[in-house]
């Protein structure tokens, strides 16, 4: 990889319901280190960008992972209702994760969707394991580790 390519991508943001619940997920079955949380800022872009109706509140909170700051950023949006999400997804969250059984098993214990296992072949050749999941906001994961 070379270092002077024009685009660095700093995070994800994703829209949630609930950041206690997106917790569960996130910090808890996946292990992203929860770095800071702010509250309702009415002045935040996030109202602009996420075309969030002034009458909703917010919350926010940054997480990251173990190679990256702030590399997942979560948005709580409370006081509107969310639309459902749409299908096909627009959109995963393509984590590399080290137990992927472990995170399955809690995966499931927490009621989330897991979708069946599927061989993973990149195409350098090498073979893993991926399986798709849905959070409890309908947010697309896809989980992977690499087997050789």
């Known amino acids: 990889m070379t270092s002077d390519l024009p685009v660095r991508v700093q995070r994800t ?5 609930d950041l206690e619940r997106a ?25 602009v960008v996420f075309q969030i109706p002034r009458e909703a509140t917010t919350g926010f909170a940054a997480l990251s992972s173990k190679d990256q700051v702030r590399s997942l950023a979560l948005t709580e949006i409370k006081g509107v209702e969310l639309p ?13 994760v080290d137990d992927i059984d472990g995170v399955l098993e809690a995966a499931r214990a927490e009621g989330l969707h897991v979708f069946p296992e599927e061989t993973l072949r990149t195409h350098d050749g ?20 690499i087997l050789q």
């Open 84 to 96: 459902e999400p749409n299908l096909p997804s627009s959109h995963a969250l393509v984590l590399e």
């Open 23 to 47: 917790y569960r997920v996130y910090r808890d079955i996946l292990g992203f280190k929860l770095d800071f949380t702010l509250g309702h800022r009415p002045e935040s872009y996030s109202f």
């Open 126 to 145: 090498r073979v893993g394991r991926e399986i798709g999941m849905l959070d409890h906001d309908g947010h697309l994961i896809v989980l992977y580790c």
């Open 13 to 17: 943001n994703l829209v949630v319901a």
